[in-house]
């Protein structure tokens, strides 16, 4: 009996430890792709300030560009947001 709770307890040591450095791969990869959506959100800042800005002539055409920035932004922080609950 004491054998196999030894074994459990290996097991779940194995288990923790494993999980921690997912957890850990999965913060790193988090932050990373954090920091790359922020470049674009910049990007997508400017692009919304041109847009606002009457004295600024845009096109359909750049702000359909913005808009779909803007919505790859989205999902981006939909993908972050979804390895941060894993």
Do not use: C, P
Not at 16 to 31: F, G, I, P, V, Y
Not at 52 to 66: C, G, K, L, N, Y
């Amino acid at each position: 009996m004491k054998q196999e709770f030894e074994e459990l307890m290996a097991k779940l040591a194995t288990e923790r430890d494993e999980l921690n450095l997912k957890l850990h791969l999965a913060s790193m990869q988090a932050k990373e792709e954090f920091s790359s959506a922020e470049e674009i959100w910049e990007q997508v800042k400017q692009k919304a300030g041109d847009i606002a800005d009457d004295s600024v002539e845009t096109t359909d055409e750049f702000i359909s560009s913005a808009k779909v920035v803007g919505e790859e932004l989205i999902e981006a922080y939909q993908r972050i947001a979804g390895r941060l609950k894993s």
